[in-house]
Antibody, heavy 121, light 107 residues
Framework: QVQLQESGPRLVKPSETLSLTCTVSGGSVSSGSYYWSWIRQPPGKGLEWIGYIYYSGSTNYNPSLKSRVTISADTSKNQFSLKLRSVTAADTAVYYC?????????????WGQGTLVTVSS | DIQMTQSPSSLSASVGDRVTITCRASENIARYLNWYQQKAGKAPKLLIYAASSLQSGVPSRFGGSGFGTDFTLTISSLQAEDIATYYCQQSYSSPWTFGQGTKVEIK
């Protein structure tokens, strides 16, 4: 059973870089059957897809965040990571990592438990 | 971006009621539509993929239908444990986008 777990600082100062890591257990980020995504949810609001990485290293980002986002993977550690630069209070959110099922259709399953990151000085 | 609009934003129903949530896409997305359930303080959980396929382990009282721009999530007999916010999500074209959510409460 695949499980995902987010980790990283819970508090980030404005203008700095938010960095999170997702550790995958029970499965492999090197699997060609899946993409690996980051999704966020501001407190009390809806869900926003941030981007994904494929085992080959190819990435795809939401244009709304593309200029500030980098997603990378470390297959030796079975992890993938998110970096969001130049953060503001608007980036305060629960950040989820999720497996992005890749077939004729696509869906997110499973999700990590999420981690709340607050942007504040 | 494809806009996803859910209705209603919230609803209150009694245990045993049939509950219907609708999701409309701003353009034709064929069957590239997923439904998630999010309970308070928890991560979303996949219920339905490809518009009508029930995810393994999800109770059969949940069902999905639709094609093109109009989709429906149905709970055939609402249970207390179904209290949650439900989101639709399109996977037709990037960026993947979600509806704003429908909060389901018990009357």
């Amino acid at each position: 059973q695949v499980q995902l777990q987010e980790s990283g600082p819970r508090l980030v100062k404005p203008s700095e870089t938010l960095s999170l890591t997702c550790t995958v257990s029970g499965g492999s980020v090197s699997s060609g059957s899946y993409y690996w995504s980051w999704i966020r949810q501001p407190p009390g609001k809806g869900l926003e897809w941030i981007g994904y990485i494929y085992y080959s290293g190819s990435t795809n980002y939401n244009p709304s965040l593309k200029s500030r986002v980098t997603i990378s993977a470390d297959t030796s550690k079975n992890q993938f990571s998110l970096k969001l630069r130049s953060v503001t209070a608007a980036d305060t959110a629960v950040y989820y990592c999720a497996r992005d099922h890749y077939s004729n259709y696509r869906w997110f399953d499973p999700w990590g438990q999420g981690t709340l990151v607050t942007v504040s000085s | 971006d494809i806009q996803m609009t859910q209705s209603p934003s919230s609803l209150s129903a009694s245990v045993g009621d049939r509950v219907t949530i609708t999701c409309r896409a701003s353009e034709n997305i064929a069957r590239y539509l997923n439904w998630y359930q999010q309970k308070a303080g928890k991560a979303p959980k996949l219920l339905i993929y490809a518009a009508s396929s029930l995810q393994s382990g999800v109770p059969s009282r949940f069902g999905g239908s639709g094609f093109g721009t109009d989709f429906t999530l149905t709970i055939s007999s609402l249970q207390a444990e179904d209290i949650a916010t439900y989101y639709c999500q399109q996977s037709y074209s990037s960026p993947w986008t979600f509806g704003q959510g429908t909060k389901v409460e018990i009357k």
